[in-house]
């Protein structure tokens, strides 16, 4: 699947000018993590999030450090800590390197990029202009509408076929040495695993093919082979 299938198209926005205030108000009022900052050309300039806002002198969670912590931070550090806790505008607060995607990105490479830098969206852009937004949020609702559609039961034979096919194209599964058999959709492995993590993850294979009902897991691992 593209960005494009499961962006939010509605995009909600705000000035590079827009107060600090009236961001977190906005954030609440339309219960969203954060906002692209457009400007008046129509182009993304930065994002504001949750996190941009958390340490403010208003609430007085600003941040305080030690005095020896304070010697140990530098003067750039420590007037970025500054901005962030005293700034009114939205472009004096918001990341200004975003990352972004185009409409035929896919979900695997904006997951990749998720976990990569660390951040929970992405703003999707065609020539440069934002046209949506892919958050953690509509992953997992992919995730539940695509285990929520019911498919065709395979057969045991059927299952049994799914499940080599699964495992052998992982490489970590060529050192397993495992028969595995399959009677009323219900699995049983046997065998010598290399690893717990080599066992854990022939199980997840296993249990993930459609039609399975359960898995039976008679491996052993091979140093406690003849003990």
């Known amino acids: 699947m593209k960005a494009a299938e499961v962006m939010v198209s509605h995009v909600i926005s705000v000035r590079p000018e827009t107060t600090v205030c009236d961001v977190a108000r906005e954030l609440v009022a339309r219960k969203i ?50 901005v962030k806790s005293h700034a009114r505008y939205a472009s004096e607060v918001m990341t200004r390197e975003v990352v972004t995607v185009r409409e035929d990105t896919s979900l695997a490479e904006i997951a990749k990029l998720f976990e990569h830098h660390n951040i929970k969206r992405v703003p999707v852009l065609r020539n440069g202009t934002v046209i ?63 690893s717990q993590e080599q066992r854990t993850a022939i199980h997840v294979a296993a249990e993930n093919v459609p039609g399975v009902r359960s898995v039976n897991d008679q491996t052993v691992l091979k140093r406690l082979v003849g003990e």
């Open 33 to 82: 993590s954060a906002v692209p900052v457009i400007d008046e050309d129509g182009s993304l300039v930065g994002i504001v999030s949750e996190g941009d806002l958390i340490r403010r002198v208003e609430a007085g969670t600003e941040k305080h450090r030690s005095w020896w912590l304070e010697l140990l931070t530098t003067n750039a550090q420590l007037a970025t800590d500054y």
């Open 132 to 194: 949506g937004i892919v958050s953690r949020a509509d992953l997992l609702h992919v995730l539940a509408e695509l285990h929520s559609k019911s498919a065709p039961i395979p057969d045991d034979a059927g299952i049994h076929s799914e499940i080599l096919r699964q495992l052998k194209s992982e490489h970590w599964f060529s050192s397993a040495q495992v028969e595995i058999s399959v009677r009323n959709a219900a699995v049983t492995i046997q065998g010598i695993v290399m």
